[in-house]
Nanobody, 121 residues
Framework: QVQLVESGGGLVQPGGSLRLSCTAS?????????MGWYRQAPGKQRELVAT???????NYGDSVKGRFTVSRDNPQNTVHLQMNNLKPEDTAVYYC??????????????WGDGTLVSVSS
């Protein structure tokens, strides 16, 4: 099983920046196929923010394109989310998500506990 530890959330003013990080604790020889972020605002469904595959292919939600950048540090099993020009509508709990292949070939998924990002003046 992959355990995820998130960091970097907090309160920021509109137009500001934050950087989220998520590190996967991998005990055995797992392949972290895709790492990324989803978010859930109060009263709304969880939505895609950004993901990155092990070969570097990225995917972004429409509302964050051009403002957020996802990147991976594969040797450190870490994914980062650089968030610029933050808006009040970006306020949400951000969840790290990993799709991985276990050492016996199973395709599995893990979620982090979430980190709160609040954008307010």
């Amino acid at each position: 099983q992959v355990q995820l530890v998130e960091s970097g959330g907090g309160l920021v003013q509109p137009g500001g920046s934050l950087r989220l990080s998520c590190t996967a604790s991998v005990i055995r020889r797992f392949i972290l196929n895709r790492m990324g972020w989803y978010r859930q605002a109060p009263g709304k469904q969880r939505e895609l923010v950004a993901t990155a595959t092990v070969d570097g292919t990225t995917n972004y939600g429409d509302s964050v394109k051009g403002r957020f950048t996802v990147s991976r540090d594969n040797p450190q099993n870490t994914v980062h989310l650089q968030m610029n020009n933050l808006k009040p509508e970006d306020t949400a709990v951000y969840y790290c998500n990993v799709l991985y292949t276990s050492d016996y070939g199973a395709s599995l998924e893990s979620w982090g506990d979430g980190t709160l990002v609040s954008v307010s003046s």
